[in-house]
């Protein structure tokens, strides 16, 4: 019989030693993760536990005193070392760090010096008597001190849990019970000795603790992200925030705040806001204001924009009871002067170059040389007609900053076809579409995308029966998808390669406009853009439009 219990008993050691080996190696294998380190060093303690157990199972061990001793003792060591690192293991997954401090030194400390002065005792080799009391001493202190440490740790745990969404209570149950089980099991037992009893506690601990690992994010790093990632994104932005109290004094400002204004943060807080920036005696900063302002800054003056929002102590506070405000600048220099010049741009091209392009023309009536003539008339032509495709690009821009509204894209099609079907126009223009497809978008902006794709079609056909058709369908799923084919030469590589970086330069450039504005319609449109080649010859381009009302 006792050969079956010593049997029994390995054999549950070896499974403990082996499932919390197994554990240890996979979460191993994540150890890049914010909280691996610490996890992975509380699951290696285990299994040298459950190995140490293992080796205390074997028959005839016990009848060695100092193999029987040593391995209880470390067995000993290991319950010791565990709550501290299941503290440690509690700071780093609740975002409060593992970074040493005065008070985390004094708090290892408790740990470490009873055991200082255990061996200093033994050392000093006063009688067997003084030496077993004074053990006795420390023992019990250490027993109740590193207790003290596993219910912080577990507290941190547990309230942590209860206040985070993606963290049940199964989660940390299984986590808390993982590594409890080897303690509470042996003290069930009616064995106040961590060294024996512990077998199926280890082999529980096991189990739940790779159920952990496997099913629950014990080593992410979401926690310490909520905990600090908020501080840290403020703290690094490159926009100045101010928290303002409710008589517009500050609270608190960012890095930046402090750079853009040439200051510091601990001469702002507690100043006025006004006192602190120049030229904001005339704007007020009450909730959900926006606008634009120019102020004095260390790089000279700036426009921003602004924006005030609430903030409240929690997200279920009532809003309309915050508790301070948060003021946020933008800085838009750069935007606006680019908006300035690219108007006084897009004004001369519409204007002053199409009326000197117009006199051009009359001129070039008078001239007697035909083939001058020619040249002058269709280069001035192709100026006049860039400088109308110009004007049309800024229209439907501007369209499509407007509310979208419910088109049919059928009726849409039907036009642009129709527009094409004249005597001047050799080519075949067809259509294959539903008789209606209906989604919310902005008609100018489609109709005039479309004109485009087929005018460019038949203007760089090679063929003299040039062939275009518009097909459009839907997966019924709020998103409709039209394609434009054709039997042209297809659209070269280094037009499609152009389109695709999105950047044009000196000696890496397009032909035109049109197919620059179809990118941007349809980017403005919220859709996808997409060059292929058409089966057997030709270009195929296709829009995916998603409904905006969804």
């Not at 002067?337 to 001369?348: A, S």
């Not at 527009?419 to 005039?448: A, E, M, W, Y």
């Not at 203007?459 to 054709?486: C, F």
Request: proline share 4%.
């Amino acid at each position: 019989m006792a050969l079956f219990v010593t049997l029994g008993e390995l054999t549950l050691n070896a499974a403990a030693a082996g499932l919390l080996g197994w554990t240890t190696w996979t979460a191993f294998q994540s150890r890049e993760r914010p909280s691996a380190e610490p996890f992975v060093s509380l699951l290696a303690v285990l299994t040298l536990w459950a190995v140490l157990a293992f080796g205390s199972a074997f028959p005839g061990v016990s009848s060695h005193g100092v193999l029987s001793g040593s391995l209880s003792l470390g067995q000993f060591g290991t319950a010791l070392i565990i709550p501290g690192i299941w503290i440690v293991y509690a700071l780093s997954y609740t975002g409060r760090g593992t970074g040493l401090t005065w008070k985390r030194i004094a708090l290892f400390a408790g740990i470490v010096i009873p055991v200082l002065l255990s061996g200093l005792v033994i050392a000093t080799g006063p009688s067997e008597t003084a030496i077993e009391r004074m053990l006795a001493s420390l023992i019990g202190w250490e027993l109740i001190y590193v207790f003290i440490l596993y219910v912080y740790a577990t507290y941190l745990l547990i309230d942590f849990g209860s206040s985070h969404p993606r963290i049940s209570n199964t989660h940390i149950a299984v986590l808390v019970g993982g590594v409890s089980a080897p303690y509470l099991l042996s003290l069930i037992g009616n064995n106040t000795s961590l060294t024996s009893s512990s077998t199926t506690g280890l082999l529980l601990s096991g189990v739940l603790l790779a159920v952990a690992v496997r099913r629950y994010p014990v080593m992410t790093g979401f926690p310490k992200a909520d905990y600090v990632a908020r501080t840290r994104v403020v703290e690094t932005l490159q926009e100045p925030i101010f928290v303002l109290d409710w008589d517009n004094h500050i609270l608190d400002v960012n890095k930046t705040a402090a750079e853009v204004f040439d200051s510091s943060a601990t001469k702002m807080i507690g100043e006025p806001i006004r006192s602190v920036i120049d030229d904001l005696e005339q704007t007020n900063f009450p909730e959900g204001t926006t606008g634009t302002v120019a102020l004095q800054t260390s790089k000279g003056r700036r426009q921003f924009q602004f924006s005030v929002s609430a903030v409240t102590e929690s997200p279920a506070d009532d809003e309309d009871n915050p508790i301070a405000r948060t003021l946020l600048f933008r800085d838009v220099t750069d935007q606006q002067t680019r908006e300035q010049r690219l108007t006084v741009l897009n004004r001369i091209l519409r204007h002053n170059v199409r009326n000197d392009l117009d006199v051009v023309l009359a001129y070039a009536d008078h001239i007697n040389d035909e083939e001058i003539q020619s040249g002058i008339q269709d280069s001035t032509a192709d100026l006049l007609e860039l400088s109308k495709k110009a004007r049309k690009a800024e229209e439907v821009m501007t369209a499509s900053t407007n509310p979208p509204e419910t088109v049919d894209l059928t009726a849409i099609a039907e036009t642009v076809v129709d527009q094409f079907k004249t005597d001047d126009n050799p080519g075949i223009i067809s259509l294959d579409c539903p008789d209606k497809v209906s989604i919310t978008s902005h008609r100018t902006v489609i109709q005039q995308t479309l004109t485009e794709l087929v005018d460019n079609a038949i203007t760089h056909t090679t063929t003299d029966s040039p062939h275009v058709k518009i097909s459009i369908q839907t997966d019924g799923n709020e998103t409709a998808e039209i394609a434009v084919k054709d039997n042209g030469p297809g659209l070269p590589k280094r037009e499609q390669e152009i389109l695709v970086t999105g950047t044009e330069t000196q000696l890496k450039h397009g032909q035109g406009i049109g197919l620059w504005f179809v990118n941007w319609a349809v980017s403005q449109l919220g859709g996808d853009l997409q060059f292929e080649q058409n089966d057997p010859e030709g270009s195929r381009v296709t829009i995916r439009l998603y409904d905006t009302a969804t």
